[in-house]
């Protein structure tokens, strides 16, 4: 059973910076495919980003391309998302997710793990 705990949130203002941590244990994290989703207030949860077991793959939603920035240690058994130029829009409860799979996924039906989620607020 692995488990997933996210770090780094918090309170920012408008075009500044977070850089949040997914810490693993319980498992082979380099064996995991990992994403990061987000819930706004009243909005469905939605993917932002992800990236492959090796980190030879990566995705970012249209919505934060060229913002954010996925990444892993596989050394440290943690995954990253680096947050620039925040926007109101991106406040939010971040959640990591893992996936026994190949290559990079999007979709929460192949998520077999989750993080308990981590409050991002961009206040404007």
């Known amino acids: 059973q692995v488990q997933l705990v996210e770090s780094g949130g918090g309170t920012v203002h408008t075009g500044e910076s977070l850089r949040l941590s997914c810490a693993a244990s319980?498992?082979?994290?380099?064996?995991?495919?990992m994403s990061w989703f987000r819930q706004a207030p009243g909005k469905e949860r939605e993917w932002i980003a992800a990236?492959?077991?090796?980190?030879?793959?990566?995705g970012h939603a249209p919505s934060v391309q060229g913002r954010f920035a996925i990444s892993r240690d596989n050394a440290k058994n943690t995954l990253f998302l680096q947050m620039n130029s925040l926007k109101p829009e991106d406040t939010a409860l971040y959640y990591c997710?893992?996936?026994?799979?190949?290559?990079?996924?999007?979709?929460?039906?192949?998520?077999?793990?989750w993080g308990q989620g981590i409050q991002v607020t961009v206040a404007s």
């Open positions: 997710a893992a996936g026994y799979i190949s290559g990079v996924f999007t979709l929460e039906r192949f998520v077999d793990y």
């Open positions: 319980g498992g082979a994290f380099s064996r995991l495919s």
């Open positions: 990236i492959s077991s090796d980190a030879g793959q990566k």
